[in-house]
């Protein structure tokens, strides 16, 4: 868990060097890749080419197809074709004899079939978008075209197409750029075998409008899906960070000393991450109030119930001097002798209650026995002499008797627990180990025939330095720890332990219960 943190950490780095905010980088995974979309404009150069290429064929179509039907045509006939061809393609056809003179022009026998626009006079949005054009091809590092103009020689060798056409024999293609930036597409087509050639000329403004048109829905959609990014955004980073910071508020306060004057937000209404988090952070809070109160609870106990020995252990002491009757010096003696034992007992008792939680923590659970463990606790206090003359038995009603634990620690809850069975038994009583199942779990009752718990003393009985012990317990013997820390072994084996409803022998029946193996 910890490389995984650590890994996570460096590729947080990583991507944000500069510790960029959540919004930021909420924007910033969102936008990039309208930003790689947006680049996608450039590769409309692409598209344009891809135009100019099949324009460039169908124009090579065009001329030699005219050029085949000129060829065997009267004057007249010609110049009926060159009319009708350049008036229905919207073209400028223009025939030259072997000598290179121009002998036709669609232009002047059938007046204009298109015109140049004007860039002077064109509005603000041809402008713009004449503009981006040429943004573009720079960008793109597009080849520019040769600007468009009508030569002051109308001669054929004027033109370099026409040129080439009259030294080479086939068929060539010149593209240019008229003054508005659309491109003029020149095609150049010997005409029989006689010398003659053909030129078309055509402005193809359709490729600067279907590239514009493309860009401009482009366009569209990025600054569409952008402003709709944006919005997104800014509405989860409102539903993540305001969130975080109110968090972040109250973890400065708690730790600042103040948590009492505020409530974490649980944010039940969330059940997404946040809100997790948040019911986390508030649990924690409340986990963290819990032990510093019980802390300081404890810290008082301690206090309180390490005093009243100090104080009898203080008073022998000093009374000791001005006492000279042997008897009556040798129970202070006895009274000071006390004492110090059950300092010595309530130091070590408060030493493993307040190391048990973390000793748990760190142990490795193990496979344990309850009623073997059982059997052996009982088997070692009746050779000590530790149970007076009560009959102790261990009753194994279940199979499998094994649950996973510390076997140190479940072994001190049988022996507190028989302990306290053995102190309030009755001379000679029958105290009653039963070791059960019930469902998926195992149960431990220690039953006594003594005087039973009242039922407002249930809980209190596990309540550090509640000791409410019999007549013919001496006083001090005992801390008051026992059942408190057996609970708490208890709890850390996500156990529960509890005074039973009913005792099968009349008196008190302590049962803890531990998750089956």
């Not at 943004?135 to 054929?156: I, K, L, Q, S």
């Not at 000793?359 to 009623?371: C, G, H």
């Not at 180990?433 to 718990?453: F, H, K, S, W, Y």
């Amino acid at each position: 868990m910890a490389e995984e943190d650590l890994r996570a950490s460096r590729l947080e780095r990583l991507a944000f060097p500069l510790g960029a905010s959540l919004t930021t980088r909420i924007l910033a995974v969102n936008l990039i890749p309208l930003l790689v979309l947006a680049l996608s404009l450039f590769f409309l150069d692409s598209y344009r080419r891809q135009l100019l290429d099949e324009r460039y064929k169908l124009a090579r179509i065009e001329a030699q197809i005219t050029a085949e039907a000129l060829a065997g045509a009267t004057p007249e006939r010609q110049e009926a074709l060159l009319v009708q061809i350049g008036k229905e393609q919207r073209m400028r056809l223009r025939m030259y004899d072997a000598a290179g003179t121009l002998i036709a022009d669609s232009f002047v026998l059938d007046g204009l079939a298109f015109t140049l626009s004007d860039p002077i006079a064109a509005p603000i949005t041809d402008d713009l978008a004449r503009w981006t054009d040429q943004a573009v091809n720079f960008a793109v590092g597009a080849d520019a075209a040769p600007p468009y103009a009508e030569p002051e020689d109308p001669a054929a060798d004027s033109w370099p197409e026409l040129a080439r056409v009259r030294q080479q024999g086939f068929t060539q293609i010149e593209l240019r750029r008229a003054p508005d930036g659309t491109p003029m597409i020149n095609a150049a087509a010997p005409v029989g075998l006689n010398g003659a050639s053909l030129l078309t000329t055509r402005n193809a403004v359709d490729i600067t409008q279907a590239v514009r048109s493309a860009r401009t829905s482009l366009l569209l959609i990025i600054f569409a899906a952008l402003l709709v990014s944006i919005v997104l955004s800014l509405y989860l980073a409102a539903t993540i960070i305001e969130p975080l910071r109110r968090l972040v508020r109250a973890a400065v306060k708690v730790r600042a000393g103040r948590e009492r004057e505020i409530e974490v937000p649980r944010m039940d209404e969330r059940t997404d991450e946040i809100g997790l988090l948040a019911r986390a952070v508030s649990d924690m809070t409340g986990a963290l109030r819990h032990r510093i109160d019980a802390v300081e609870s404890f810290a008082a106990d301690v206090a309180h119930e390490i005093k009243n020995p100090l104080a009898s252990l203080r008073s022998a002491i000093e009374s000791l001097p001005r006492v000279t009757d042997a008897d009556l010096r040798a129970q202070l003696e006895e009274v000071a002798a006390h004492d110090v034992r059950r300092i010595d007992r309530l130091v070590s008792e408060i030493s493993e209650a307040s190391r048990i939680d973390a000793e748990l923590s760190r142990a490795t659970f193990e496979l344990v026995d309850l009623a073997e463990l059982f059997a052996n606790v009982v088997a070692a206090k009746q050779t000590r002499g530790e149970v007076r003359d009560c009959v102790v038995t261990v009753d194994k009603q279940v199979d499998d008797a094994r649950v996973l634990g510390v076997p140190l620690r479940l072994e001190r809850v049988a022996e507190n627990l028989i302990d306290n069975a053995v102190s309030f038994s009755p001379p000679g009583g029958t105290i009653a180990v039963t070791v059960q199942r019930r469902g998926n779990r195992l149960a431990a009752m220690v039953c006594d025939e003594g005087p039973g718990i009242p039922d407002t003393e249930r809980e209190k009985v596990f309540r550090r330095f509640h000791s409410q012990r019999p007549d013919h317990e001496n006083f001090g013997n005992h801390s008051g720890l026992g059942l408190a820390i057996a609970r708490t072994i208890i709890e850390a084996h996500d156990g529960t332990l509890c005074v039973a409803e009913e005792s099968p022998l009349g008196g008190a029946c302590l049962m803890f219960e531990l998750p089956a193996t």
